[in-house]
Each structure stands twice: as C-alpha cells, then as structure tokens.
C-alpha cells in the first residue's frame, strides 16, 4: 500500500468513529466528548476515562489505548485488523468503548 492510500483509508476510519460519537451522543445518554487534533482522536467518557486513537503513518498502523490496553491495527482484507490476533478495529472499539461506558455502544466504518 503506497503512503497516500494509508493516509486516504486511515483518514476515513477517524472520520467514521467522530461520526459515530456523534451518532452515539445524539442517540444515548453516554456523552463521549470526543476531540481531534491532527491524526490523533480523544474519547472521554463521562467517568473521565479515555481511548486515544492515533495515526502511526511510518508503520501504516492505527493505535488504540484504551483500558484493556494498547492494540495496533494494520489495513489487510478491506478491514483494519490487529496485528497479534486478526480482531477489527470497529468491533474492538465497540467492545472497549461500551466496558468504558458501561453501556452498549456501536462503532462503525461507515461515517
């Protein structure tokens, strides 16, 4: 994958999880502050925890730290999938921001 396909595809998937904050905090109660500055997202929940997504453009990777821990993505098979056990990035996201919330929560590749 050349540098500007992984800007393009990794650029529509931060724009895809702000989208879903907004879908989220427009449709439930769990208020996801979410801020970006340059390829770097912040969520904060309302109990002041966070998962910070950001950009590693030298390794072609998104990086997730969350509470269960830091994971990295790489584009493979049209889907971001970690590079230790192969699970999406969407799903993942998903799981970990709904522990955080401590209510169920969808995250999307779809903006």
């Known amino acids: 994958m050349t540098d500007l396909e992984y800007q393009d595809l990794a650029e529509r ?8 904050c907004d879908r989220i905090n427009d449709e439930t109660d769990a208020d996801i502050d979410n801020q970006r500055t340059g390829g770097m997202v ?17 390794l072609q ?11 990295h993505y790489k584009f493979s098979g049209g889907r971001w999938a ?6 999406e990035f969407f799903a993942n996201l998903s799981r970990y921001a709904s522990e955080q919330a401590g209510q169920q929560l969808v995250f999307t590749a779809r903006a």
């Open 13 to 20: 998937a931060l724009q895809a999880v702000e989208a879903a």
């Open 82 to 87: 970690d590079t230790k056990d192969a699970s």
């Open 61 to 71: 990777e998104i990086w997730m730290a969350a509470k269960a821990g830091g994971f």
């Open 42 to 58: 912040t969520l904060t929940f309302s109990n002041r925890s966070q998962i910070i997504i950001n950009l590693q453009k030298p």
